[in-house]
């Protein structure tokens, strides 16, 4: 039998203490503080953020941590757990373009910070984390918001005491990675991180111009009561081209909006005044002789959809239930979206031949993470189902996280 390796999540003592003796190594003094925040797991709603739809994202337990000391200049000095040396920068030199590496995650808040009128001035801070890298777990929002809400601290911004400041923190963060660490993402991650709460779910609603209070909703999402449990496999698969694909996934949804005449895909929904996915997919056929804008428009309106309904049946308490939409979405993401991998789909097939009530990739895909629902009970038999069918087919040996919904960036 093949034991399942199970990633913990570290205390907030033993997270705070890592990063104080690392600060202190590193630089002289103590830290001024130390805070926290979550790497992040989607329960449904995948490449619906970049087209305005909605997502329903849990904050992880598993926590990146952040020891910070303004200085009295514009230097930046980072140091992590995770990387090499000391990542050295002058904040007036970050722009887009100017700076490369890790510390642009978190400069980089201090740039948009700045960018949108707050007084930030320059830092020393040490990083450590026990969210996984790349695993689609978001451990890059997570180091943006760690540093987020301890900048918002030292320089007395005020924003992490009420929700709309954190959507002004989700702001910043986004646009260090857009912008300073140049990664395309679309808001998710960061709005996860800092705006998910203890035993709830995120409803994240992406269109343009609403306020936080209807951009993101708390949805209770109370497992332990129902004698279920989120298990978080990363498959640690890592396939190449995958910003290349996520790219054109995004180019294909903007395409699809433009030749339907909208300025987004959720526009296609009646409820909201559209024409409904069968006028859409209708009116696209002619720009679209092999299908692929089809599957892809399919897959976004119907993802939408499926998130709406999912977070209904959580709001009634009827989380047992959600499994069918985990699978559904799952199909969708493999077939129409075509961003699945071997390994995400071994995982929600032998997760659910073991007795789990719903599976799904989770995550941008082509590798990362996938979740699956399962009853406290059986949580050993499916991580060691999952665990022996990745020795049996010779791959590497997959992590295991419980992930019951956890506490926002503090
Ligand atoms: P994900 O967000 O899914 O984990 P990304 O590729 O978006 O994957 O972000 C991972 C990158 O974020 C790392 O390569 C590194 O540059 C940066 N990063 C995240 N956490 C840390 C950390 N604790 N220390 C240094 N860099 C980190
Ligand atoms: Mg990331």
Redesign the pocket.
Known sequence: MTEPQWLEAWTAEDGARRVDELFTRSFDGSPEGVWSAPGRVNLIGEHTDYNAGLCLPTALPHR?FIALRPREDDQVRLV?A??EGVWEARLSDIAPGAVQG?GA?VAGVAWALAEAGHKVGGFDAA???C?P???????????EAAAAVALDAVAGLGLAASDAGRAELVEASRRAENEIAG?PTGGL?QSASLRCREGHALLLDFRPGLKPLESGVPVPFDLATADLTLLVVDTKAEHSHVSGEYGARRAACEQAAQLLGLGSLREIAPTLGGIGIDRALTELEPHDPDGVLRRRVRHVVSEIDRTARFADLVREGRAADVGPFMLASHASLRDDYEVSCRELDLVVDSAMAAGALGARMT?GGFG?SAIALVRLSDVDTVAQAVAGAFADAGLTAPAFLLAPPSAPAA
């Open positions: 990146t992590s995770q990387a890790w995650y990083v450590d984390s969210v890298f790349g695993a689609g777990l978001s451990s890059s929002a997570a180091l990664a991650d995550g990362g």
